[in-house]
């Protein structure tokens, strides 16, 4: 059966780090141009970074999420065999769609926290032609890392019920024994049928 308290402690991480998704997406860096009239100088000044603390607390809550699940699970390649049916094949699916949407998420998130701290440093002459451009993250990028958490959190959850659901109803041949331990009990009742004939042959011949 799958385990209630590892499904719950995953569900409490991916809710903080799609909390802290959709929060550094609230709370992105924006910059403006301000002019120094002193030395005729342009130059951009950035409001707080804190978008990129929330993006990388995102970034880890999430990765810790996807670790405890895939230890669970063995990451799907070692551990007791899976009994074949369909919440094999479901596991099998949502496995792999659940790496796809993680690494989109972090790809995300950890690309809106590095854009979202730089800084243009430069500073621009006022007479120059060339507009300063003062460096931003784009809107959106913390979102879709938002997104993503919220489709990793689905899928993954899912799958570990899948796959837990499929491990419990492995059972090896012969009720319980493995392939090994059934041949050699096939072999002794063979061998002790074979005695059971030869001593009721002797039987026979002496009568």
């Known amino acids: 059966m799958a385990s209630k308290l590892l499904l719950i402690t995953v569900f409490v991480f991916d809710l903080i ?23 005729n100088y342009n130059y951009c000044v950035y409001k707080s970074d804190i978008a990129t603390g ?9 990765l810790v999420s996807q670790v405890l699940i895939m230890v669970a699970s063995r990451c799907f390649c070692c551990g007791k065999p899976l009994s074949p049916g369909g919440s094999r094949a479901c596991a099998i699916i949502l496995f792999i769609i659940c790496w796809v949407f993680f690494i989109i998420a972090e790809i995300c998130l950890l690309a809106g926290s590095v854009e979202n701290a730089y800084h243009t440093k430069y500073r621009h002459n006022i007479f120059a032609n060339k507009e300063l451009s003062c460096e931003t993250v784009r809107k959106g990028v913390f979102a879709a890392g938002a997104a993503f ?8 959850e899912f799958y570990y019920v899948n796959y837990s659901s499929a491990r ?11 392939g090994v331990e059934n041949l050699v009990h096939l072999h002794s009742h063979a061998v002790h049928q074979g005695h059971n004939a030869a001593s009721a042959g002797s039987l026979q011949v002496s009568v």
Request: proline letters at 2%.
């Open 17 to 39: 780090a799609f909390g802290l998704a959709v929060a550094a997406e609230q709370r992105r860096s924006t910059a403006k141009i301000v002019q120094d009239n002193d030395v």
């Open 168 to 178: 419990e109803r492995f059972q090896p041949y012969g009720g319980g024994e493995t």
């Open 149 to 156: 958490v919220f489709f990793t959190a689905i899928v993954s």
């Open 54 to 62: 929330y993006g990388v607390g995102a970034f880890l809550f999430l």
